[in-house]
Antibody
Framework: QVQLVQSGGGVVQPGGSLKLSCAAS????????MHWVRQAPGKGLAWVAMTRSDGSNEYYADSVKGRFTISRDNSKNTLYLQMNSLRVEDTAIYYC????????????WGQGTMVTVSS | DIVLTQSPDSLAVSLGERATINCKSSQSVLYSSNNNNYLAWYQQKPGQPPKLLIY???TRESGVPDRFSGSGSGTDFTLTISSLQAEDVAVYYCQQYYSSYTFGQGTTLEIK
């Protein structure tokens, strides 16, 4: 069964850090680009970051560049998002997603995990 | 950055009737070398992650009912649901993957 199972998330103070994980199963994880997408409460979808299948390149939305780091461990079939210097506006549900190929749209999504940045 | 603008923001359609959602891009997402439009459509139901419906503007994802279809090219695209079913109530998003990734603001589809 093809699936992405997320963990991590929670409540953190502004300026704090948090690390999200996304465990993949049912497909050849090392063959696909992987992404993080977020959705602020009651709002639309916003792409956050992606990593190529081999982890050789990462790309970020301007809003998180320099604060967030996407990474993957192909030996563990796991995707990560390290979030530092968190801001109130980073509050959102965070989804991991599998791309079609390296740069295609997202055909498998995790269940989502809530990150709340609040003092 | 490429901006996607969906219209309308919300619509109400009777069961069995046609629903049409539009997506306009601030620049072309047609890649001339392969003649593919880098445009996808997603459906999101409350409390669930998005689900890919259509990619390359008109290719239906496996398992998606054939009442869902996508059309358009360049900067103007349409998602059509030919005969609305109760389970189609959701928010629909277009997405471009031509240059980085951006989503439209979403269209809420309800039953009239």
């Amino acid at each position: 069964q093809v699936q992405l199972v997320q963990s991590g998330g929670g409540v953190v103070q502004p300026g704090g850090s948090l690390k999200l994980s996304c465990a993949a199963s049912g497909f050849t994880f090392r063959s696909y680009g992987m992404h993080w997408v977020r959705q602020a409460p009651g709002k639309g979808l916003a792409w956050v970051a992606m990593t190529r299948s081999d982890g050789s390149n990462e790309y970020y939305a301007d809003s998180v560049k320099g604060r967030f780091t996407i990474s993957r461990d192909n030996s563990k079939n796991t995707l990560y998002l390290q979030m530092n210097s968190l801001r109130v506006e980073d509050t959102a549900i965070y989804y991991c997603a599998k791309g079609i190929g390296n740069y295609g749209p997202f055909n498998i999504w995790g269940q989502g995990t809530m990150v709340t940045v609040s003092s | 950055d490429i901006v996607l603008t969906q219209s309308p923001d919300s619509l109400a359609v009777s069961l069995g009737e046609r629903a049409t959602i539009n997506c306009k891009s601030s620049q072309s997402v047609l890649y001339s070398s392969n003649n593919n439009n880098y445009l996808a459509w997603y459906q999101q139901k409350p409390g669930q992650p998005p689900k890919l419906l259509i990619y390359w503007a008109s290719t239906r994802e496996s398992g998606v009912p054939d009442r869902f279809s996508g059309s358009g090219s360049g900067t103007d695209f349409t998602l059509t649901i030919s005969s609305l079913q109760a389970e189609d109530v959701a928010v629909y998003y277009c997405q471009q993957y031509y240059s980085s990734y951006t989503f439209g603001q979403g269209t809420t589809l309800e039953i009239k």
